[in-house]
């Protein structure tokens, strides 16, 4: 039996996002062509960009600061989001009363999180669901910021030393995970606005693959980066206020479809996306172009190849 999987990048709902939320539709959010998309599909998964809590205070020192209403968790059921992926630079913005109410409200929804949790081995403890009845395990990771991670007596993020190397309790959260069925990895990896993994994260992902991934699905760079099969590079972003650069255009973006035939990756497709101010939806035209000759280069780059046409490409597998 197979299962089809929506993979969306960072998805902030916070900051313009929340204050857009005030007083329109969480269904606004999204256009209808990709809310068809994503009905398609088994189940999302995707990177929550912020926290989601009324509570706590700004950290300080930060040029940023993300948090979400309680009501946009509306928008990740409103996607059919499954489970996300907390670990990253922004899960404790609002210190750690906002990262437990976040937890809290997640789990009230009916949805699964990787990658954060009160203490280091529930932070590091990888996600488990069942999807399309299938089981699937999500790890979550992030190599930044190292004053957010989780410790034994304190609540935070599961964070790695990327650079250094991936650590055993990560490979081994792989290995252990592939007894049960799929793994999908999600780290929160390399610096922002790039349009190429550093080497760090290369290598990352080879020993995450040697490890048994079934998919490694990176974030962080909030520009799409190229595939080679099992690993998607980078997601880019999925939905957020941002300002756009124009040279990189992190306005535009990719959602990835992959199908999953048992711990197998059968398939993986790109679907253009387009992302305005608090809303997003399927690419048409020369926005679509944009992705497909984005997309065909990055993945040239690394040795691999998509077919396809701009609407919908298709990563060729090994």
Known sequence: MTVTLALAGDTMLGRGVGAHLADHRVRD???DALLEVVRGTDGVVLNLECCVSTRGRPWPGRVFHFRAPPRAVEALTLLGVRCVTLANNHALDYG????LDTLD?????????AGAGPDEAEARAPAQVTVGGQPLTVVGLTDHPQEYAAAADRPGVAWADLPAGVPGWVTGAVAAGRHTGAV???????????REPPAHVRA??????AAGATVVAGHSAHVFHGAAAPVLYDLGDFLDDYAVDRRLRNDLGVLWLVTLDG?????AEALPLRLEFARTDVATGDDARWV???????CADLGSEV???????ELVLP
């Open 96 to 99: 750690v009363e906002a990262l």
């Open 204 to 209: 990352a992902a080879s020993a995450l693959v």
């Open 105 to 113: 409200l997640l789990r009230a929804a009916g949805i699964a999180a």
């Open 29 to 31: 959010l999204f256009g």
């Open 292 to 298: 497909e000759r984005r997309l065909r280069r990055a």
């Open 184 to 194: 999908l990895v999600m780290p929160h990896w390399g610096p922002n606005m790039t």
């Open 263 to 267: 711990g197998r990756l059968a398939r």
């Open 307 to 313: 077919t396809g046409s701009a609407e919908r490409l």
